[in-house]
């Protein structure tokens, strides 16, 4: 299921952290101190990598 622009800007902080998945590897980390981090989740000759891409809002959804 595809992340909305509602459901990012309301995720709050948890004990730990957690991820809200957009598919095809895009993530977005919620930290436990509030903070959120773009990343993309792949694999290149058979090992998974992970991009990181940015910091929610200075990289929106869009």
């Not at 992340?3 to 957690?18: F, H, M, S, V, W």
């Not at 981090?37 to 000759?45: D, G, M, P, T």
């Amino acid at each position: 299921m595809a992340l909305t622009a509602r459901q990012i800007e309301t995720a709050k902080p948890r004990d730990k952290d957690y991820k809200l998945t957009d598919g095809q590897g895009l993530y977005l980390l919620v930290k436990k101190s509030g903070a959120k981090y773009w990343n993309l989740k792949y694999r290149f000759v058979g090992k998974e990598k992970k991009l990181s891409i940015g910091v929610y809002p200075i990289v929106t959804l869009a």
